[in-house]
């Protein structure tokens, strides 16, 4: 494929922004080359500068589970903007979209609609401190959150210590409160609360991960962590971000059977407009400004057009959830496809599967965790991710990140992705 526009635009935006790009995982430092540069997209497909058409596996990190420019969506956006942009002042259409969504998801009575998912967490984070009155949140290594202060933390010198900053401008002041758990090891819970008896506000997590590929929590680790949050007064926060109206109408949620005490949302709820959420029962949620003393605020917050392209995106769901079972199944495809046409090359992989969330990691390690993770072959992973690029399929440039299925996917992409992997060469 010729990707010759995309390279000149790559570099006259490196001259503009920072690294060319406005997040930093679009550059494909990961896994070497230039960024393509979409044109335009439409269902399962993206259109680049240079004429080239991509399966598309990313949706834009996961928002767009119907597909690119589906009607519904993109009619509602349309009829809106025509009535003025953004207002500053309460629409009828928060209230609508908070109404689905609460009756969509288990255990919320209430939510607070934001921009971000980052937005989200950081505010889902503060919420639980001033309600606990305590400081310190347990995060999972590997675990993504947004890019918040409070998350950009690693494990410090001791695990039972605290993390230290793991990006500079994070300040020693802000690590300290963020102690570090390893993913799927209740114990390194256990130790965490033991060490910091009646500090810790909240512990927060994706419950099936996503940002360190596609990780499946062992059964009884989330019940486990549920029942040590319940026992020691601190709230469960769910990072649904990823996981939200992805999994099922109710999300993980639904889909473990457990119930956390706050919500984190972005992603599909904002039908790719920049929309996050978090959410709780009324007792929990009373506590946010103006009801409570917690401060949270946006100008852009509920913004009309944001809000009706996550209600045309919700209500599809709602209506027909067979959409969640048919993008299960065609995940599985996949991974059966995947699996036969992997076995062949005889190199070491693992492919982890959770509803419509895939990834395969070049190990021979069960992957169930951060350090399990690392374990993959990154120069594999190179040769896969260009291979299937050449041949116009575009998976997630980073062996950390899962794909995100979308509705618009047929079985024809899926097969076509498939013998796109029979035909690489990975050693
Ligand atoms: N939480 C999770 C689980 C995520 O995957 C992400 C982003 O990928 C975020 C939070 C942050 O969301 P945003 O990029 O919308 O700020």
Redesign the pocket.
Known sequence: MIYKRSSALFAEAKQLIPGGVNSPVRAFKAVGGDPIFVKEAKGAYLYDVDGNRLIDYIAS?GPLILGHAHEPVLNAIIEKAKKGTSFGMPTEIETELAKLAVSMVPNIDKIRFVN??????MSAVRLARGYTGKDKIIKFTG?????SDSFLIQAGSGAVTFGSPNSPGVTQGTAKDTLLASYNDLESVTQLIEANKGEIAAVII?PVA??MGCIIPTDGFIRGLRELCTQNDILLIF?E??TGFRLGRGGAQEALGIKADIL?F??VIGGGLPV?AFAASTKIMGYLAPEGPVYQAGTLSGNPLAMSAGLAMLTELNNNPAIFTSLQEKTAHLHIGLSKALDKKGIPYQINRFGSMISVHFTDRPVMDFASSATGNNETFKKYFHGMLDQGIYLPPSAFESYFLNDALSYEDLDETIEAVEKLQLD
């Open positions: 990190w971000s998912g980052t937005e989200a967490c675990c993504y959150h947004g890019h994706e996503g940002n990072d971000v990823m984190c972005g992603k996050g």
